[in-house]
């Protein structure tokens, strides 16, 4: 089984200050771990993907991700925050494929329940 | 460069209607996803598909019926609408089922907004 915990669910920071989205996931395999970004009325956009290469994963938009295998932790941090990057976040873990009762498989995503990034002027 | 592309994109329903939400995507992926997004749970899949004329279950798949009659699209309908299926929902696709593919990314479309009253 696989579980993802985004452990705060609306995080404030000042533009120009660090950021600092923290998740905390549960598997039973080597997962894949990704961030995505929503925007308001808008889809999901990739920021980073882990996928057992290095621990320390660089996104789009100046984020950057490192995977602690041993904390199960795998927290998003931008060293200055802008404007345009508020949103809410999502943590998402995959493991290997599943195959179901009829033969059919995917990478199963996990979403967390999400994090609400307010920046202030 | 339209990517995955979610029609319509916000729809009330009385219960009991039926409805179609339709996914297209221009990147000749194989895999197709539905989603629901509901306050506080993140992303769920209620069904998906691995190739055209092929679909399956998810996690949340009652009340929910797909189909992909063509590769491009995949189809989610709901035959009677109910309250609970308040949401909002989500299309995405990918060239791999397997995300440890460093080369795989699943794209999503905008979201289409649901309510049913």
């Known amino acids: 089984a696989q579980s993802v915990t985004q452990l705060d669910s609306h995080v404030s920071v000042s533009e120009g200050t660090p950021v600092l989205l923290r998740c905390n996931y549960s598997?039973?395999?080597?997962?894949?771990l990704f961030w995505y970004v929503q925007h308001p009325n808008k889809g999901l956009q990739l920021l980073l993907k882990y996928t057992s290469a290095a621990t320390l994963v660089k996104g789009i938009n100046g984020f950057e991700a490192e995977f602690k295998k041993s904390e199960t932790s795998f927290h998003l941090t931008k060293p200055s925050a802008h404007m345009s990057d508020a949103a809410e976040y999502f943590c998402?873990?995959?493991?290997?494929?599943?195959?179901?009762?009829?033969?059919?498989?995917?990478?199963?995503?996990?979403f967390g329940q999400g994090t609400i990034l307010t920046v202030h002027p | 460069n339209a990517g995955v592309t979610q029609t319509p994109k916000f729809r009330v329903l009385k219960t009991g209607q039926s409805m179609t939400l339709l996914c297209a995507q221009d990147m000749n992926h194989e895999y197709m996803y539905w989603y629901r997004q509901d306050p506080g749970m993140g992303l769920r899949l209620i069904h998906y598909?691995?190739?055209?004329?092929?679909?399956a279950k998810g996690e949340v798949p009652d009340g929910y019926n797909v189909s992909r009659l063509k590769k491009q699209n995949f189809l989610l309908g709901l035959e009677s609408a109910a309250p609970s299926q308040t949401s909002v929902y989500f299309c995405?696709?990918?060239?791999?089922?397997?995300?440890?593919?460093?080369?795989?990314?699943?794209?999503f479309g905008e979201g289409s907004w649901l309510t049913v009253v």
């Open positions: 998402v873990v995959s493991n290997r494929p599943q195959y179901n009762a009829g033969g059919t498989s995917y990478g199963k995503l996990t």
């Open positions: 598909s691995v190739g055209e004329g092929t679909t």
């Open positions: 598997s039973s395999y080597s997962p894949s």
């Open positions: 995405a696709s990918s060239y791999s089922r397997d995300n440890y593919r460093s080369g795989n990314t699943i794209y």
